[in-house]
């Protein structure tokens, strides 16, 4: 069975009710996109050929997808964060040099970190324990909120989503 939009929301919200775990996880999980972004955008590419785009890129372009099938318009949402997203990690991994990598490792670690003390607070498991695709529905999650404090429509009219 395809999971829907709602499902996929409504399920994740289930174990993220605790206000402290909500607060947590508006701030710990685009911490984590961005540093899963920057750990690929150092993975060299440039032995596959020039054409190839970095590997934070191939990320990106798969989740689009994935989204785009859920909700054009929150995969929209989600284009127009990713491109100043990723060329300010693009200037940040470059101004940290040498000490990228050590600052995508220690900001991983605490932000992660705190996503379980969110949980343990909850008293619920990670949704992504049961279906590593919640770790695509997170983000969305969160923007899917933003967009209706905005009043904005996460679906097209008469789409079945």
Do not use: C
Not at 36 to 44: D, E, I, R, T
Not at 126 to 137: A, G, M, T
Request: aromatic share 10%; charged share 15%; hydrophobic share 55%.
């Amino acid at each position: 069975m395809t999971r829907t939009l709602d499902d996929w929301l409504d399920a994740y919200g289930d174990s993220h009710r605790n206000p402290v775990n909500k607060t947590i996880h508006r701030v710990a999980v685009p911490i984590i996109v961005l540093d899963l972004l920057g750990f690929l955008h150092l993975v060299p590419m440039q032995a596959l050929g020039s054409f190839v785009p970095p590997a934070s890129w191939l990320l990106v372009i798969v989740a689009l997808a994935f989204y785009v099938r859920l909700s054009p318009p929150l995969a929209s949402g989600m284009l127009l964060l990713a491109l100043p997203s990723m060329a300010a990690l693009d200037a940040g991994l470059a101004a940290l040099g040498a000490w990228a990598l050590p600052a995508l490792v220690a900001v991983f670690g605490i932000t992660w970190a705190a996503q379980f003390v969110g949980h343990a607070l909850e008293g619920k498991k990670p949704s992504f324990f049961e279906d590593v695709q919640y770790l695509l529905i997170g983000p969305l999650w969160l923007l899917a909120d933003a967009y209706r404090r905005l009043g904005l429509k996460t679906t097209i009219a008469g789409e079945a989503v």
